[in-house]
C-alpha cells in the first residue's frame, strides 16, 4: 500500500523567514513522482512543485525547492524569503501506476500561516 | 484556456435526495479524476475515467455513487440518495493523454465542490 504522512499539522513563520515541511511517503513501486500543492482558504489545489524518483537532483521552482532522499523515503518543501500570500494548507502527494491507473495519494496536510 | 470548471460550487441537499456534480476538464485533456476531501483530511482518490471509459474504480463506495465521462459534455459524479456522511468537498482534476505507460502526469484540480447534507 502507498502511503503518505505529514507530521506537522500546522506550522507558522514570519514573513520573509525560511521554513521546512516535512513529509515521509512509502511504496514499492519504482516508477513514481512525488507533488507538492497548496490549497488557499479558497480551496483551489494548487501545484507547487514536482520531483521524479528517479532524478537525484531536488526540484526547485522560483522560492520552493525540495529536499528528496529516496532511501529514506523523505520529500521535504523549503519555502525561502516567506510571502503573506503562501498561507495555506499545503499537501504532499504521491503519484504511481498501477494495473493501468495513475493516482494521486495525500498526506493530511500541513496549515502554513506566514505572519507579517 | 480555462481551467477545470465544476459546478456547483456549494449544493445542498437533503438527506435521500441526488447529488450531481459536474466537471469540464481542461481543454486537450482526456483524463478526468475525482477526489474526496473530509474536513481536517487530504484528498482521497474515487475514480479515474477516459472519455466513455472508467479506468479505475477502487476509491469509490460500491453503493450509491457512480461516474461517468461521456463521449461530448462534462464528466458528472452522481451521489443517489446522500446521507449526513457524504458532507464533503469533492475534487476533480484533469490531465493530458498519456504518452508513456508511466506516472508523473500533472493532474490539474478544479476549485470542488462542497457537498453538505441535512
Known amino acids: 500500500a502507498q502511503t503518505v504522512t505529514q507530521s506537522q499539522p500546522e506550522m507558522s513563520v514570519q514573513e520573509a523567514e525560511t521554513v521546512t515541511l516535512s513529509c515521509t511517503y512509502d511504496?514499492?513501486?519504482?516508477?513514481?513522482?512525488l507533488f507538492w500543492y497548496k490549497q488557499p482558504p479558497s480551496r483551489q489545489m494548487i501545484l507547487v512543485i514536482r520531483q521524479e524518483a528517479y532524478k537525484q537532483q531536488n526540484a526547485t521552482e522560483n522560492r520552493f525547492s525540495v529536499n528528496f532522499q529516496k532511501a529514506a523515503k523523505s520529500f521535504s518543501l523549503k519555502i525561502s524569503d516567506s510571502q503573506l500570500g503562501d498561507t495555506a494548507m499545503y499537501f504532499c502527494a504521491l503519484d504511481f501506476t498501477q494495473g493501468g491507473s495513475e493516482k494521486l495519494v495525500f498526506g493530511k496536510g500541513t496549515k502554513l500561516t506566514v505572519n507579517p | 484556456n480555462a481551467g477545470v470548471m465544476q459546478n456547483p460550487r456549494h449544493l445542498v441537499r437533503r438527506r435521500g435526495q441526488e447529488a450531481r456534480l459536474r466537471c469540464s476538464p481542461m481543454k486537450g485533456h482526456s483524463h478526468v479524476y475525482w477526489y474526496r476531501q473530509l474536513p481536517e483530511e487530504g484528498l482521497k482518490f474515487m475514480v479515474y475515467l477516459q472519455k466513455e471509459n472508467i479506468i479505475d474504480e477502487s476509491g469509490m463506495p460500491k453503493e450509491r455513487f457512480s461516474a461517468e465521462f461521456p463521449k461530448e459534455g462534462p464528466s458528472i459524479l452522481r451521489i443517489q440518495q446522500v446521507v449526513r456522511g457524504d458532507s464533503a468537498a469533492y475534487f476533480c482534476?484533469?490531465?493530458?493523454?498519456?504518452?508513456?505507460?508511466?506516472?508523473?502526469?500533472?493532474?490539474?484540480f478544479g476549485a470542488g465542490t462542497r457537498l453538505s447534507v441535512l
Open positions: 482534476a484533469s490531465s493530458p493523454p498519456r504518452f508513456t505507460g508511466g506516472a508523473g502526469n500533472i493532474q490539474y
Open positions: 511504496t514499492s513501486e519504482n516508477n513514481y513522482y
